[in-house]
């Protein structure tokens, strides 16, 4: 079945910096791509996602781009803030009617 | 809007013993999604519901596990006996129309020992 690769494990980064999460996949026909934030004992949230007819979407400080040929899309997010600090997992949809297959997650952590 | 909601939000047992849990998703959200948590790892999908019909339940260990999802709305997950590998977080998550990411509810931490 469809697998997602996701690196780093880990990310640390000084406040201001900008950080960059990776995942790769292996299943052409995957064509929507969301992230998550979980902080420590929440819930996963979605902050942003991205569908395969688009290559790059912004929110503010967060942005997602998308590589189809290369199947991989990576979270970027600048500016970082202490608040940033939470596990992000990757995700993607490889087909209609299916649920999302989850990346391992990276944490990161954000110092001031 | 509310949110997904899940109950208990924390839970202990012994190893052997049964233990349920329940969900509510979203109001009007037709899919609904039991995953499994272990510390360190990403969400897996133990089952998929649309509406009161099983879509994906193909990693679901039936011999020990069982969930349904009564009049298409709230859910309930169902371990009997529990095993030690079976302390995760249980996530109920729900989406409209499966076509879009899944909110999650807050999760039921199992420990069992």
């Known amino acids: 079945g469809e697998n997602v690769e996701q690196h780093p494990s880990t990310l640390s980064v000084q406040e201001g910096d900008s950080a960059v999460i990776k995942c790769t996949y292996s299943d052409s026909a995957s064509n929507y791509f969301p992230w998550y934030k979980q902080e420590l004992g929440k819930r996963p949230q979605l902050i942003i996602d991205i569908r395969s007819n688009v290559g790059e979407k912004k929110d503010q400080r967060i942005a997602v781009t998308l590589n189809k040929t290369a199947k991989h899309f990576s979270l970027h997010i600048t500016e970082t803030q202490p608040e940033d600090s939470a596990v992000y997992f990757c995700a993607l949809w490889p087909r209609a009617g299916t649920a999302l297959i989850f990346g391992k997650g990276t944490t990161l952590s954000v110092s001031s | 809007e509310a949110g997904v909601a899940q109950s208990p939000r924390y839970k202990i047992i012994e190893k052997r013993q049964s233990v349920a849990f329940w969900c509510n998703p979203i109001?009007?959200?037709?899919?609904l999604y039991w995953y499994q948590q272990i510390l360190g790892q990403g969400p897996k999908l133990l089952i998929q519901?649309?509406?009161?019909?099983?879509?994906?339940d193909s990693q679901l260990p039936k011999d020990r596990f069982s969930a349904e999802r009564l009049k298409g709305v709230d859910s309930t997950l169902k371990i009997q006996p529990a095993k030690l590998e079976d302390s995760a977080v249980y996530l109920c998550?729900?989406?409209?129309?499966?076509?879009?990411?899944?909110?999650f509810g807050q999760g039921t931490r199992l420990t069992v020992v």
């Open positions: 998550a729900s989406s409209l129309d499966g076509r879009r990411g899944s909110f």
């Open positions: 109001s009007g959200h037709a899919t």
């Open positions: 519901f649309q509406n009161n019909g099983v879509v994906d």
